[in-house]
């Protein structure tokens, strides 16, 4: 069973894709450039930036830390966290972090603003190079809603569960995360880089300049390093290590991974688990993806446990996978491959 690329449309696309059903390959190839000027292609296992995507890594580690009984999900942020929160209320819960219903002040709220590059008009992006330094963009504004009220997506949340990690495992949470995840699933092109670091067989990402009709390179519209909201490098080979080990009940126990892709939250449009979004199957099944979207990077994973197939696409100058996915599940639909 194989997918036929002329069926879809890749004449601009610029980045991997990867389609495994029932654990063979179906589909697996490269397109475009990590380095545009030098025209050095992208290869399969070139690791890109995955923006939002990163907080199932997140989430994973805090349950976990539950698991370990280091962390419970009625733990309060006001029992961990050494810092002054303000107007922040202490008594926000890990589950109401997880589940995005903390209503604590967003640095970036989606509603409200489009574009991550107005973050550093008055604070420069050089200066986020671990979690605690977007602290500044949140704790003078006051509390978005009452916590539990409501379900509404928060980057904010997951910034704090990756200061929960360091503070109660004494380590940065991502070398928590290399240890605890990424290592037991032998994801080695896996991590959180400096922008002006970044190791080899990393692709750049760029963004369109409509005005000038060229591309250039976001390292001055992100955060030079990832934190919990976001911000891994990876590769679509080691997303499909990460699905793999997460869904056998490797890295959390079945109950546990029962709780995450369980719907905790939703609103009229979307559905949200523990750390993934889910996605109606039926009236009573769902299964999960991950996502990311930032200035030049686009993001996503999915995998349809019904059908025990994972579809993963990224870009490196932001084209839409969104649709891309929808046109792999409609040619797979047509070419009867999907059941």
């Avoid at 063979?24 to 923006?51: C, H, R």
Wanted: charged letters at 25%.
């Amino acid at each position: 069973m194989k997918l036929d690329e002329k069926d879809l449309s890749l004449s601009e696309f610029n980045g991997c894709i990867r389609i495994i059903k029932k654990k063979e390959i179906i589909f697996e190839k490269s397109y475009g450039y990590a380095d545009l000027p030098n025209q050095i292609p992208n290869k399969i296992d070139t690791k890109f930036a995955t923006a939002s995507a990163g907080k199932i890594f997140v989430a994973v580690a805090i349950l976990q830390l539950i698991e370990k009984g280091v962390l419970n999900f009625d733990t309060t942020i006001g029992s961990i966290l050494d810092f002054n929160l303000k107007a922040i209320d202490p008594k926000i819960t890990i589950k109401q972090l997880l589940n995005h219903t903390s209503g604590i002040p967003d640095y970036f709220d989606e509603s409200l603003l489009n574009d991550y590059e107005e973050l550093w008009k008055d604070y420069p992006n050089y200066k986020i190079r671990a979690s605690s330094d977007i602290i500044p963009l949140f704790i003078d504004k006051p509390m978005m809603y009452q916590a539990g009220e409501r379900f509404q997506y928060n980057n904010t949340g997951y910034v704090v569960l990756g200061l929960v990690i360091e503070k109660v495992t004494g380590f940065p949470f991502d070398n928590y995360l290399n240890e605890h995840i990424f290592r037991p699933c032998k994801m080695q092109d896996t991590g959180y880089y400096e922008l002006d670091r970044l190791p080899a067989n990393c692709a750049n990402s760029y963004i369109y300049d409509d005005k000038l009709k060229e591309f250039y390179i976001n390292i001055y519209s992100v955060d030079a390093k990832g934190t919990g909201a976001g911000g891994a490098f990876t590769t679509v080979i080691d997303v499909g290590k990460f699905w793999s080990k997460l869904l056998a009940c490797d890295l959390i126990s079945k109950d546990m991974l029962n709780q995450m892709l369980r719907v905790q939250s939703h609103d009229d449009r979307h559905y949200y688990g523990l750390g993934v979004w889910l996605d109606p199957a039926d009236s009573h099944i769902f299964t999960p993806h991950i996502e990311g979207c930032d200035p030049g990077v686009s993001f996503i994973s999915a995998y349809n446990t019904i059908n025990d197939l994972s579809i993963t696409i990224v870009s490196n100058i932001g084209c839409n996978v969104w649709r891309l996915k929808r046109d792999i599940i409609n040619t797979l639909e047509k070419n009867e491959c999907f059941n």
